[in-house]
């Protein structure tokens, strides 16, 4: 909303300057985006001037040289290309120091050989009309010499604000009037609207309004203009249209436009002698219906729009946008000037089906009261009669409920609850007067205030809370609050254990050297078949959005993957060498079926990364996250389709069953030449699943009071036998006294048989109670060696 | 006797003194004290002496012996000495050279740094965390959060929606009423956390991170949100910092606040010309909204314990891509997300 303060200061001036009145402003609520400077600068070069002659330039077809009285005697010498200037005109002249609205400054020139000093300005160049055509002609009461800034709106700042969706109220000038009353202090003067020129008798309007759909329509209202003379409109009106950013149009759009501004409410006007049948019908559109809006769109419509028709058909689509069929035009002699309310749902539904937002449909989506229709039509009234000369047809159509709007609510606020709340004594009187100041009456009470809502904030303020908001902004929530912390009441802030353990999780992979990285959810559907997904993979079970941004990226991720690869390929086409990534967030996966009770996909934090080399590399790195969470993973031989066949993994946690929780491996070679990459493997799990596994307090075990005694032995096994598999066969057999046994070397060649592999495994014997000695592990390890080759084919090797 | 004792004594003392290294040395060792040499020798045959010799002899043979001995010692440690001086000094390398094996480091994201640095800020002032589905229902996203029927963020136009009832959750509010259903007051969390609008330009991206507070309990004050922000901004970004709060507009607050944070730049570092890049010279920048939770939101969840006359609270929100980028200067939203790794390093 763009607030012209000369036009502000009409109703409230405070005595501060703009940038002042700005802040006071923001900090009580109407936030100021910036504050502009609208038309043109350095007002002391903008004079009042008379053309004494105008004759043709010698040297330019298009050019008349004039000389100019610009007061005191003084003449001019002024080279003009309007084609209208004469002699005898009184004309706005700006002189050399001047500065144009479009921020050029203007100096002694010399057009054509012929000196010219300064310029007879057309409006567009004083940003008070849009009008380039000629040179804008002045009274001839004015005085030569007298300063333009007295007869014209040269130049005003604009207030950018940023109005709140709860304050329509505020989307007029007077509203924001008020705002800056509340604010200052500063008076406020009486409402435009205070004096309606017009008449409320039951005459005949020559025109009748049925209103059908009364639930989306409340209130209509008009009032019928005849005599009426179709014009520009006077520049201070096109110069506060211009500087509110609207193009001034002629005097009656002009009027239904500075209407709006300035009260908020949109107004409409239909020339009368065009509305076919004298008959105007409020009424829900038949699906299908067409409009032709005043922006010359046909629109098709649904049942559920609200049109105003006339006997040929839809004129309007009420409280979006008029029709051009009976838009007012040149020849126009006879207006209707409607102000009417409208359903502030359907407005915005309405709006949002037809792509099609106006000033009107941003006001009434927003809820305006029903009275405010009125206070559109007093300040109309008085506009048409003052610049259209018409003659005002007694009387008023009114129809719909709103017609006698409800009582306003009476809402108690208590003394304590304002306290209470807010933290800061305030005094009953200081609340009274605060809201006083924005139209709210208040009556005494015991405990507090009796307060009366305006009709303007009906919607907005509709509880005990939202009068302390009201009187907080205005106290002061910022100067006046002291800085307290909460009681707390033992409430004690921790990490919880999962998250806790995410962290280190995390760390874990950082210390180690991965950087993290942070991907888009969005995962665009081609993806699928780049990671070479199959047709029932569970990880096609997108959450899939309706309105994505772009096809690209309709899909929610079902695996971390795809931004790994993603953020690899941007880094190698820039050359960027890669340590490793990992990445720590949600994967979606949809359901095969909703219920009452389960609405919402299934979502978990999944951690995953992308590292140069094997599958080895990767799952380095998830050994060591795993340990770190103290949880116990075990690997098993699996295939996933974007991975190797033969050199991936599913990564399991606990027994009997294990859990599968994730996977690692090589990518597949045809994935990782899709993202441009070389050899690189990945892991990603669950890690939700793994972090509820994992050992959250270790408990104490003597491994100190007697030592533990270890002993290596190679086995030659076929090389088909997973090492997995061996390692759980020594396990077994090794019983209690084997704390540990893990492979260290791998040995295949000239040494041992053709398909056979040696494994060398690092053998750790502990007993609790005593020091152990050859004698109590011998056994033990031919018991191994035993069960390694009854089981396995097992050898022991040299 | 005593006349060869002590020849041997200057000759071994002269050879000891003037020995060049420690296995010469041990030559010597063997040459007067080891089991053939003469002076031991002399002390074995003592008995073989005429009684009256044998006191003198054996006397004088010891206090060389155990001089020697010493004296071997003390050129011992002498020799070894300057042995290691000449290995340390052969021993210099170029400190300047790196480290080796180097030990990579990672990074953490700035995103994740950044939250992590708030949370724990916030966990100091008693809050705990919790996370809520990023995928959402409309009635937790929207309705229960008292926004209105037409409220514009309903629209598809801003928000992603995956049916008529669920859309990609367009604030961690939602948390804010699945929190107080699982739990009656007093309630104090955060919820950090992905969330997703549908803009995309030089300052927006449609996923983007904020951080959620709620502070719940029956005497909750505003003055105690404007506090607890304090606390907050001066954690972040310095302790001279002040906030201010301007009144604004939220469904799911009354009173409702924005927060704006001084600026934390030197402002009389750069030349009056330029305009400080954080402020914009207005002195403060904007980093929150905030407010009071609004009745309506509580009667949602009455029948948990939350009776809006008898509790209240504050609730804030913030987006962490802002926080992180006004601290550490990042001029584009986007590259937070393109990973580059020339960026990556730069944070965490």
Redesign the interface.
Known sequence: MRVPVEWLYEYCAPDLPVQELATRLAMTGTEVDRIEHHGVRALEHFVVGRVLSAQQHPDADRLKVCVVDVGDGEQSQIVCGAPNVAAGQTVAVARPGSVMADGTKLKQAKLRGLESNGMILAEDELGIGSDHAGTMVLDDVLEPGSPLAGVLPLSTDVLELEITPNRPDCLGVYGVAREAHAATGARLRDAPWEQDPGTFDDSDLGVAVVVEARDLCPRFTARAFHDVTIGPSPPWLKARLMACGQRPINNVVDITNYVMLLTAQPMHAFDLDRVEGARLVVRRATKGEQVVTLDDQTRTVDGEVCLIADDAGPTSIGGVMGGNRSEVQDDTTSVLMEAASWDAANIHATSLKLGLRSEASARFEKGLAPEQALDGQAVATKLMLELTGATLVPGTIDVGSGSRPPEPAVLRLRDKRVVGLLGVAITRSQSAMHLQRLGFETAERPDGLDVTVPPWRRNDVTREADLIEEVARLHGVNDQLPTTLPRRRGAVGVLAPAQRLRRRAEDVLVGRGLHEIVGWSFDPPARDDRLRLAAGDPRRAHVVIENPMSEDGANMRTTLLGSLLDVARHNAARGQALRGIFESGRVYLARDSYTRSVTLPHEHHALGALVPGDVFAAKGYLEALLRALRVEGTFASASEPFLHPGRSAAVQIGSHPPTVVGWVGDVHPLVARDWDLAAVAAFEIDLDAVVAAARLVPEYEDLTSFPELREDIAIVVDETVPAATVLDAVRAAGGNLLAHAEVFDVYRGEQIAAGRTSLAIALTFRARDRTLTDADVAPLREKIVKRLAEQLGGELRG | MTQRIAELRAEAEAAISAAAGSAELEQLRVRYLGRKAELPNILRAIATLPPEERGPTGKAANQVRQALEGLIAQRSEQLAGGELEQQLRRDVVDVTLPGAPP???????L??ATR?EI?DV????????AEG?????VYYNFDALNH?????AR???DT????D??V?RTHTSPMQIRAMEAQPP?L?LIIPG?V?R?D?DATHT??FHQIEGL?V?E??????L???L??FARAIFGSDREV??????FPFT?????VDVSCFMAHDSHPPAQRCRVCKDTGWVEILGSG?V???VFSYVAEYGYDPEKI?GFAFGMGIERIAMLKHGVPDLRL???????F??QF?
């Open positions: 030990q990579p480091l990672g990074r953490l994201h995103l994740t992590r949370e916030f966990l100091g002032l008693g809050f705990r965390i589905p990023e995928v959402e229902t209105a029927p037409t409220h514009p629209d598809r136009q992603f929606y995956v049916t009832d669920v990609l007093p104090y992905r997703y549908r995309n449609p996923q502070a309990d005497d909750i004050t505003l003055a105690d404007k506090g607890t304090l606390a201010r709060l301007r009144p604004h507009f009354e009173p409702s606040v924005e009071m609004d009745p309506n209240q937070l997300y393109d990973n580059d790794v020339r990556l390093e965490g």
